[in-house]
């Protein structure tokens, strides 16, 4: 029986995540889900995200998963503590709690950030709609007490990178408008997160606006990719019971709710290879 680990995002940014994923724990099979027809989430309200996201997460269920990762920190702000506290002890109730489990991109990234920082003053970059959760900064506050925690919204990032200009002379406005209105916040901050899985593809242009990079002091520029990708090793791990449902063919499938032209063309950029997706209609 086919049960892969599903891999939700509302586009194409939770490609990234999965790349690193596989990277790392290339024996699974992965489904990937990205509901590019309803994209960006991150605008959206609290309650939509949550009953797209929940839809999507029942059809990667439905589709076999026994373990589905939210790629996205929108959809892990808003809706990923509504999923796990009241879905999911309803919708499969087992022996000793929920046999489906779903994890999101947050809280692997806030369990280590601040043993990167010097200063214990880090700077988040994500969404508008990440932000206003203020979900970073409850979860950072659980692990590292006496971090400080400076945000920036920067709501043209993931258009820029959806449309193909994450490379152009036109992004440099955009990014270093944005990391210059974060570091005046404090010019202490030395660790920045970039907390959209879209935002790895402006890294170039990021490390261009990031003072302290070269530096004696240097400022230290997270991605969550690899984070998350080793976190989810390390749960399997703890969850032999859980790995040991997982099927092992190497296989990756990749679902889009939109355009399978427009998703397969944009997921050689996220991705790194080629794909071949299917279409969804939820």
């Known amino acids: 029986m086919n049960q892969p680990i599903g891999v939700f995002d509302s586009g194409y940014g939770g490609l990234t995540v999965l790349r690193e994923i596989v990277h790392t724990l290339p024996q699974y099979d992965y489904l990937y889900l990205g509901d590019n027809a309803r994209t960006p989430y991150g605008t959206r309200s609290f309650d939509t995200v949550y009953q797209y996201t929940l839809e999507c997460v029942r059809h990667l269920f439905d589709r076999g998963c026994r373990l589905v990762i939210l790629a996205c920190n929108t959809a892990s702000a808003k809706a990923l503590r509504n999923i796990q506290q009241l879905d999911l002890p309803t919708m499969y109730p087992g022996l000793d709690g929920p046999d489906r489990r779903v994890l999101g991109v947050i809280r692997p990234t806030t369990e280590v950030i601040g043993t990167y920082s010097k200063t214990g003053q880090v700077g988040i970059l ?26 920036e919204a920067c709501p043209m990032w993931v258009p820029l990178v959806e449309n193909g200009e994450y490379a152009s002379a036109g992004a440099d406005y955009f990014v270093q408008q944005h990391i210059d209105r974060l570091v005046a916040q404090s010019p202490d901050i030395d660790t920045i997160l970039l907390a959209c899985t879209h935002y790895p593809l402006l890294l170039d242009k990021i490390r261009q606006y990031v003072p302290g990079l070269d530096g004696p002091d240097n400022t230290t520029i997270l991605t ?59």
């Open 126 to 151: 994500a969404t508008r709609g990440t932000v206003t959760s203020e979900s970073y900064r409850v979860e950072i506050e659980k692990f590292f007490p006496g971090l400080q925690v400076f945000q």
């Open 224 to 282: 969550q990719g690899s984070i998350v990708a080793y976190s989810l090793a390390d749960y399997l791990i703890r969850h032999p019971e859980l790995e040991q449902q997982i099927s092992q063919h190497g296989r990756r499938t990749f679902l889009t709710t939109d355009s399978t032209e427009d998703f397969d063309r944009q997921a050689t950029v996220f991705y790194g290879e080629s794909v071949r997706s299917e279409h969804l209609a939820l």
